[in-house]
């Protein structure tokens, strides 16, 4: 199918050397982008998340600093903001 499209003439002096180069035509590397665009974006769209991620136990030697309460978030900011 024939279409016209306005591109920025640094990019489209790249892309037909490029093609040029990959011994394509400026055609086929214009379909493949696209498809590869296209496809990517509907991979990252569809993707689930894990559904459980493992997290390891620590294996530091002595445990919490004293007096760490690490039930309150504000206690927690505040012993940060000590460092």
């Known amino acids: 199918m024939r279409t016209t499209i306005d591109i920025d003439l640094e990019l489209l002096t790249k892309a037909r050397a490029f093609a040029l180069k ?25 993707s689930q998340p894990p559904s459980h991620i493992h997290l390891t136990t620590s294996s530091v030697v002595g445990g919490l600093r004293s007096k760490v309460n690490l039930n309150s978030n504000a206690a927690l900011r505040d012993l940060m903001d000590l460092r």
């Open 22 to 46: 990959e011994q394509c035509t400026f055609q086929s590397l214009i379909t493949e982008g696209l498809s590869y665009v296209l496809q990517s974006k509907l991979v990252k769209k569809n």
